[in-house]
């Protein structure tokens, strides 16, 4: 299918599987653009709040399971909600029927003339497709900051001006559901184990996240991570003009680090950007993330003026590291909710030099834990854990002698248990390790609940 045939979708018989923001958004625009479209959710009727409204747009709403009779009609496409697993009985009947199942991101590429930047990563993505947002804002270049991090991309790429440019944070998942997805600049930030539960293999994982370069040509962008061997390894099959970044200063041509300055390297002439001394945000890990925002906007056309004026005073993302508040006593909250494996939590005690109070725990997903030995004998002066993991996150502060260390109900009493042992200067942070839906929705909600129970203090 050709780019931006809208008219693709008229008269075909589509079942979107999954209500939530996505699954409702693309519902509501595939019956704009004429298709005939069938939503199933496996919540029960009382909780699909939205059927009603699409209802009323025309569209069927079948919810409380995956009734059979929904492929008692041809089916031509399945477009499902990124985090529903390829296991359930709907996805593996329309795969042995030879139906197409996508992601939205899929529809989103195929509805717009406009350029898109794809961000995809196992750390890092939400910072750095802000950052590029933001360093594009800067430049006058029109960015849609969308996807991933909370607005439905195919939502927005349906309204994009000619003059705008749709800068996206992807998952593993929604890239795992599309066929001719190309981005015009795509850029892979790390591959670290995760969401193996959803994926069941590493392979799937890495092939998912490969997604992102495969239908790339040679008038397209890549930008890789040369410090990650499991990214590196993928070079050999990308078609695009590959560019780089290092924090190590290994680059063929893109970003590095040198004598604490960020340079540009082309063509073996090198240009400075930055002192990495002059940048607010904080954390090595960050700098990855910088570093990779600076090859994809150098790359779409923002001059290093904007890049530096940006870096300056950049502050993050919610939920990343965020600074929350110093208390009267001197104690110093961060809020890092959006830590849901052990790496993101190693990369935010490698951010500090302070004394950390670790809050950590959540959804038990198998994983052992012991990645975090050697950080919490260098960051952590006491633990606090909570969640289905609690124990065994406890056990890690017991390996390596923690004499603080704790386990409670919930996070606001992780808060207040925090400030009662904290010294002034020490660091409150919350970084899970874990994935949320154990006790909350999201993530977000985590991270909320943990500022607001800071803010009572």
């Known amino acids: 299918m050709n780019k931006n045939q809208m008219n693709y979708y008229s008269d075909k018989q589509i079942l979107v599987l999954g209500l939530a923001k996505s699954g409702t958004s ?28 699409l209802e009323k747009l025309g ?26 697993p390829y296991t359930i009985w709907p996805i593996q009947k329309a795969i042995s029927l030879g139906i197409p199942v996508i992601t939205e991101v899929e529809i989103a590429y195929q509805i717009t003339q406009r350029p898109m930047i794809g961000i995809t990563g196992s750390n890092g993505k939400t910072t750095t497709t802000t950052l590029i947002g933001e360093i594009l804002k800067e430049a006058n270049l029109n960015p849609i900051v969308a996807g991933n991090i909370g607005t439905v991309l195919s939502e927005q790429a349906e309204i994009a001006h000619s003059n705008e440019v749709l800068v996206a944070e992807l998952s593993s998942f929604q890239l795992k559901g599309t066929i001719y997805f190309k981005p015009s600049i795509a850029i892979l930030l790390n591959i670290y184990p995760s969401h193996l539960d959803y994926h069941q293999t590493m392979e799937d994982y890495i092939e998912s996240k490969s997604k992102i370069f495969l239908r790339q040509t040679s008038e397209d962008y890549s930008v890789i991570n040369a410090d990650c061997d499991l ?6 099959n990308i078609k695009s003009q590959t560019y780089f970044f290092s924090t190590k200063g290994l680059v063929e041509r893109g970003a590095m680090i040198k004598d604490k300055t960020i340079v540009w390297k082309e063509d073996n002439h090198v240009e400075e950007v930055i002192d990495i001394r002059e940048i607010f945000l904080r954390g090595e890990h960050n700098l990855e993330n910088i570093l990779a925002a600076i090859v994809a906007t150098k790359l779409y056309g923002a001059h290093f003026k904007d890049i530096k004026k940006v870096l300056k005073s950049f502050r993050g993302v919610e939920h990343r590291q965020e600074y929350v508040r110093k208390t009267d006593k001197g104690i110093i909250f961060y809020n890092d909710s959006k830590a849901t494996n052990p790496t993101a939590t190693i990369n935010a005690l490698k951010s500090f030099d302070e004394p950390i109070i670790l809050i950590a725990g959540g959804l038990d997903r198998g994983i052992d834990f012991l990645d975090l030995v050697e950080p919490f004998k260098k960051h952590v002066k006491a633990l606090i854990t909570y969640g289905q993991s609690a124990e065994k996150i406890k056990k890690i502060g017991q390996l390596v002698g923690l004499q603080m260390n704790f386990t409670v109900d919930n996070v606001n009493t992780a808060v207040i248990e925090a400030e009662r042992i904290a010294s002034r200067e020490d660091i409150v942070l919350l970084s899970p390790a874990c ?23």
């Open 26 to 53: 693309v519902a509501k625009l595939l019956s704009r653009l004429g298709a005939n479209v069938t939503v199933n959710d496996a919540k029960q009727e009382g909780e699909c709040k939205e059927k009603n409204e």
């Open 231 to 236: 990214c590196m390894n993928l070079k050999s």
């Open 435 to 457: 994935a949320s839906w154990d006790m909350f929705a999201s993530f977000e909600e985590r991270g909320r609940i943990f500022k607001e129970a800071v803010h009572r203090l």
């Open 59 to 84: 569209i069927k709403v079948v919810c409380g399971g995956h009734p059979e009779s929904l492929f008692d009609q041809h089916v031509d496409l399945v477009v499902k909600n990124p985090g529903i």
